[in-house]
């Protein structure tokens, strides 16, 4: 079955974080049946399930659960492939960070980001799925701490978010997460975020250049579309947001705009472990953050874009994702 995967230069960045603290991870590749040699090819991918191990067994012979927060210590550009040097031709954070969210599936399926204003501040917001394993709580806290080394280091300031927020209970020691981001820390969040002020997203950029940051979107492009289009669960999701609006999609629907049978859509999928109720779930769910983000919609209003005919199906399936009512989650957004 085919995995959400992880690419090599984001990997890569992950292992020098691991080998900073002290882990062997060549040793811990070849344990859990990795290739170490493929970090050094920048076309390889990694298996997120093998990324999850890797954080977890990292953990465990180090004695150190806020290994994650490494990544934020030392910045090592092309950690993020072409997207990061997107990110360096653009005009301000705020640009660079849009074409992070973009791009992101390049960089690893199994994580979602959103960058959105909120009044006088801005949110990147980042959500990990599992794939067999739940995500390694170790990933989140190193993608917060990545995101705010790399705000830190292409401006050259000190940059201090408004707020940090961390799905989990509070660790034993907060010393690091305190030392690393300078802000205030919000633990028992519904997702991981970075709140940032507006001066400081929307400030020049010294590495600035319009022309460079169309080129590289131009190859971040052509790599996505190569890499998306030859799998059906991204066609499948397009197809989704598209129908949602008219009432739930039906399956026979979603096959024949594909020109697939519904058995044959149903295996791949399987291939690619998921199955057809599963992504329609997971798209709701991911589209119902979005939605809840905007104020100008009602509630009403996005139960129906999400195709739900009967509200109240809505309201249950929201509590059942998020553990709160849509109206709880949008008055914590």
Not at 63 to 72: C, D, E, K
Not at 304 to 327: C, E, I, K
Request: charged share 25%; net charge neutral; proline share 6%.
């Amino acid at each position: 079955m085919t995995e959400r995967t992880t690419s090599s230069s984001w990997a890569l960045a992950i292992v020098r974080a691991l080998e900073a603290g002290g882990v062997d991870c060549r040793g811990l590749f070849a344990e859990l049946g990795m290739d170490y040699a493929a970090l050094a090819d920048p076309d390889a991918r990694f298996p997120q399930d093998g990324m999850t191990r890797l954080w977890l067994r990292a953990v465990e012979v180090s004695g150190n659960p806020a290994i994650g927060l490494n990544m934020g210590r030392e910045r090592h550009p092309g950690a993020l492939s072409v997207v990061e040097y997107a990110m360096m031709s653009s005009r301000n954070l705020c640009e660079g960070y849009t074409r992070l969210v973009r791009f992101q599936r390049i960089v690893a399926e199994g994580a979602d980001l959103d960058f959105r204003p909120l009044g006088d501040r801005y949110a990147l917001i980042l959500t990990i799925h599992g794939d067999r394993l739940p995500p390694a709580r170790q990933s989140g806290e190193a993608s917060l701490a990545s995101a705010l080394a790399f705000c830190r280091w292409l401006t050259g300031k000190p940059i201090e978010p408004l707020e940090v927020r961390l799905q989990g209970e509070p660790p034993h020691d907060l010393a690091p997460y305190q030392a690393l981001f300078r802000a205030p820390l919000r633990f028992n969040a519904p997702h991981y975020a970075l709140v940032f002020r507006r001066c400081d997203m929307e400030a020049p950029l010294p590495t600035a250049n319009e022309a460079l940051a169309r080129l590289h979107d131009r190859f971040a492009g052509d790599y996505l579309a190569r890499f998306s289009g030859s799998r059906v669960t991204h066609q499948v999701r397009q197809v989704l947001c598209r129908l949602m609006p008219q009432g739930e999609p039906k399956r026979e629907a979603v096959a024949g705009l594909l020109h697939l049978s519904q058995r044959t859509l149903q295996r791949r999928l399987q291939d690619e472990g998921t199955s057809y109720q599963q992504l329609l779930d997971d798209t709701r769910r991911e589209l119902a953050d979005q939605y809840l983000a905007q104020p100008g919609l009602t509630l009403l209003e996005i139960a129906y874009l999400l195709g739900f005919a009967d509200p109240s199906n809505f309201f249950r399936a929201f509590r059942r994702w998020f553990g709160v009512t849509p109206g709880e989650y949008r008055a914590r957004l």
